[in-house]
């Protein structure tokens, strides 16, 4: 044999080798039969199976659901907060139809129409109330009873505990609900409403919800409550006797204040009577101050951070989802009815994340238990290698994660370092549990 054809036959070898192990591992335009986009990779099935977590949540009959998935968005099965936003939107139209205007009369109404006077549980019903003359109203909705306390904020709260399976989704069967109630001291004397703002009649609502950023998943729930809530009330006749308007508006997230900025300018330019929103109580705080100087209620279906229950909104600003005094001590319960004792925090940098870490911690620590570690994250990171492994360090038997959609990243990384919920349990909270988190997580994203 020459050497020229020896050398002939190795090229052909190598070639021949290259071509099977492209055949075995799939080429980049022909993916291998066994692969599958909407599956997650064998190292990833399963990963998430038993993690748990809070979020404010009612166990919502399934017509109203289907009445939620009837509004023209993608639900993807995640209703938190639907209910709630649904609920704001009745609220603030029969605080309307009590005062009978669209203007900073509406504004004094809010805390009373959910609380005392004679019960109604639909718009239809308690503006019949209304119409009739019992003005004293008490709605109960489909997020709860409410019962706001004078800072406008419910002192009664229904939570549900979460599961993911061993898809990496919710298990809707495993799901439970724990009423929680505020301390007597949460329930404070009536805000004045300061401003004197007119209405021209008709009841124009603003939405600051989250189309685009790390709350985009609770968009379309949040959305569709309001669109169903406008839908019924304008089917009963209207608020003040006029059809509702609604101009729809995006609060992206805290790392992108402008886009929230920029809707909050159009609206009031727009002359909305209030706003729903916004989800991240950071966002809130961005720009409470302009839409409460405008005379304007603002009505959040999400915000949870304490620092609002005492923030100075000229008692114009309103919400229906609890203070984090709630929710931390619901998790601190639940972490003690599983018989964890220790637990490490990684916890987002902002006033939901931190408070809501202090909430948990007073909480977790009256039950005899101890926080081995927190640490504060910036969820712009592009690792949170340091993050997870200092909360390793402190040895753990649970890990809470305080955080947004940024959490899929942060559980692959605790997965990655023996650090998930195969070695220790895991908990969540509102700000990310979902079945997003697990697509995300599933995705690499």
């Known amino acids: 044999m020459t050497r020229t054809r020896r050398r002939h036959l190795r090229v052909a070898a190598v070639l021949i080798g290259l071509i099977v192990l492209a055949a075995a591992c799939g080429s980049d335009n022909k993916p291998a039969a066994s692969s599958s986009a909407s599956k997650a990779p064998a190292s990833k099935k399963g990963a998430l199976a038993g993690t748990k977590g809070t979020t404010p949540l009612v166990d919502l009959p399934a017509d109203f659901k289907a009445k939620l998935d009837a509004q023209g968005l993608n639900n993807a099965n995640t209703y938190n907060y639907g209910a709630e936003s649904y609920d704001a939107t009745i609220i603030i139209?029969?605080?309307?139809?009590?005062?009978?205007?669209?203007?900073?009369?509406?504004?004094?109404?809010?805390?009373?129409?959910?609380?005392?006077?004679?019960?109604?549980?639909?718009?239809?019903?308690?503006?019949?109330?209304?119409?009739?003359?019992?003005?004293?109203i008490d709605y109960d909705g489909q997020s709860g009873p409410g019962e706001f306390s004078g800072n406008g904020e419910p002192t009664v709260a229904s939570y549900g505990i979460q599961v993911f399976d061993a898809n990496n989704r919710i298990d809707d069967s495993k799901t439970t609900y724990k009423t929680a109630k505020a301390p007597a001291s949460a329930d404070v004397p009536e805000v004045p409403v300061e401003g004197t703002r007119a209405g021209d009649g008709t009841l124009k609502i603003g939405t600051l919800l989250p189309e685009t950023g790390s709350l985009a998943f609770l968009g379309p729930p949040m959305r569709s409550g309001v669109r169903l809530a406008v839908k019924e009330i304008n089917e009963a006749g209207g608020?003040?006797?006029?059809?509702?308007?609604?101009?729809?508006?995006?609060?992206?997230?805290?790392?992108?204040?402008?886009?929230?900025?920029?809707?909050?300018?159009?609206?009031?330019?727009?002359?909305?009577?209030?706003?729903?929103?916004?989800?991240s109580s950071a966002v809130t705080l961005n720009v409470i101050d302009k839409v409460t100087s405008a005379g304007v209620a603002m009505f959040s279906p999400a915000n949870t951070s304490k620092k609002l229950s005492s923030y100075p909104d000229k008692g114009l600003y309103f919400r229906d989802a609890p203070s984090d005094i709630l929710q931390g001590q619901v998790l601190g319960e639940l972490l003690a009815s599983d018989g964890v004792t220790t637990a490490g925090l990684l916890v987002l940098n902002d006033a939901y994340g931190t408070g809501l870490a202090e909430d948990f911690t007073k909480a977790f620590e009256a039950s005899g238990g101890k926080v081995t570690k927190s640490v504060i994250y910036d969820p712009k990171a592009q690792t949170f290698d340091n993050e997870v492994d200092q909360v390793k360090g402190s040895n753990p038997e649970a890990v809470i994660l305080i955080s947004f959609d940024e959490a899929s990243r942060l559980l692959a990384t605790m997965v990655e370092k023996g650090l998930g919920p195969s070695d220790v349990k895991v908990y969540g909270v509102d700000g990310w549990m979902g079945n997003t988190a697990g697509q995300n997580f599933d995705a690499g994203k």
Do not use: F
């Not at 639909?122 to 119409?131: A, E, H, M």
């Not at 995006?250 to 900025?261: G, Y």
């Open 239 to 279: 608020a003040v006797g006029k059809d509702v308007v609604v101009t729809e508006g995006d609060s992206s997230d805290a790392q992108n204040p402008t886009v929230a900025t920029q809707t909050v300018d159009r609206e009031l330019g727009e002359g909305v009577d209030a706003i729903i929103g916004a989800a």
């Open 93 to 136: 139209a029969l605080a309307a139809d009590v005062a009978g205007s669209d203007g900073i009369d509406m504004a004094k109404a809010i805390n009373g129409v959910t609380r005392g006077g004679t019960k109604c549980t639909t718009y239809k019903q308690c503006s019949d109330l209304v119409k009739a003359g019992t003005k004293d």
